[in-house]
């Protein structure tokens, strides 16, 4: 996730990264240039359509679809942002509840071994659901000769690591009864947070409906230089090229943040968000020891 000032605009406008859409659309640009240019060229020295009266009614045509497009567009980013914002939130609830148990526990119990156990494991898991939602092998770091299966759902097996020395806990008479329910609110809600990540890692807007936007976007800026010839001569060429780069480029962002989980410069950063959470797991148990 790229870190920046909201407020610098020039460094918006010069600055061009190796996500920015003008990299991955420089190509169909081309394109579409090469292509504006041909059918300028034929109407402006053959076909000269522009004598014809009834040419007037497609530039209406277009005026009509740019507003249907637009809306398209609209619902398309929203959708997608949505799902971005609430990846977002997953996580920031999972940096709360890893920060809760951690106080719980570590006010809780005495025994150091217990208490490193629990500073390995709480931040262990956030490791692991990092790991889990990219579809790569975790970092987390083994702890007590236990084994994790990474052809399994390693962050069940974390939860069930961390849920059974709990359990073990309660039966020695470390962590009493009311302790323990507290206790279990926190350790439920990092199986819903999972749950709710899977959810939109595993839910991607429907295939017929991308499918769609990106064939009308298609359609409708092959049809601009038809539409525009007539008035901009020339000049169609930098202007279908510019409105083809501001709808591809929507469509590009909205298919970059849809999907939060992932390695691409603007989805979260979820081991980085890991990392803190380890690190302040750590401060809150070693506080306890000192």
């Known amino acids: 996730m790229i870190s920046y000032n909201p407020k610098d605009w020039f460094s ?22 090469a292509y504006s240019g041909l059918v300028a060229y034929m109407e402006l020295e053959f ?18 679809l740019g507003f249907v497009i637009s809306l398209l567009l609209v619902f398309r980013t929203n ?31 005495d025994d150091p071994e217990d208490q490193q156990f629990f500073k390995s494991w709480i931040p262990a898991y956030a490791y692991a659901l990092a790991g889990h939602l990219q579809r790569e092998q975790t970092r987390v770091v083994l702890f007590e000769g236990a084994e994790l299966d990474q052809t399994k759902h390693v962050p069940n097996q974390v939860a069930g690591l961390i849920i059974r020395k709990v359990s073990r806990l309660h039966k020695a008479g470390k962590i009493n009864g009311d302790e323990l329910i507290t206790i279990n609110a926190e350790l439920q809600s990092f199986t819903d ?22 064939k009308f976007i298609f359609f409708y800026v092959m049809s601009l230089p038809f539409g525009y010839v007539f008035d901009l001569s020339y000049l169609v060429i930098p202007v279908v090229v510019f409105i083809f780069y501001v709808l591809a480029s929507l469509e590009l962002i909205a298919e970059e943040i849809e999907e939060p989980f992932g390695t691409d410069t603007n989805d979260l950063p979820t081991y980085r968000m890991a990392d803190n959470m380890k690190e302040q797991v750590e401060d809150i148990f070693e506080a306890r020891m000192t």
């Not at 918006?12 to 240039?33: E, G, Q």
């Not at 999972?194 to 990106?214: D, H, M, Q, V, W």
Request: proline content about 3%.
């Open 12 to 33: 918006f406008i010069f600055r061009f990264h190796k996500a920015d859409t003008v990299r991955a659309l420089f190509p169909l640009m081309l394109a579409i240039s």
């Open 47 to 64: 076909w000269q359509l522009s004598k014809n009266d009834s040419i007037s009614k497609i530039t209406i045509m277009h005026n009509m």
């Open 79 to 109: 959708t997608a942002y949505d799902r971005w914002w609430e990846g977002r939130k997953q996580w920031g609830a999972l940096a709360n509840n890893v920060r809760n148990l951690a106080l719980k526990l570590s006010a809780i119990l």
């Open 193 to 214: 947070i999972c749950g709710a990540c899977e959810r939109i890692k595993n839910t991607p807007i429907p295939y017929s409906y991308s499918a769609f936007l990106k």
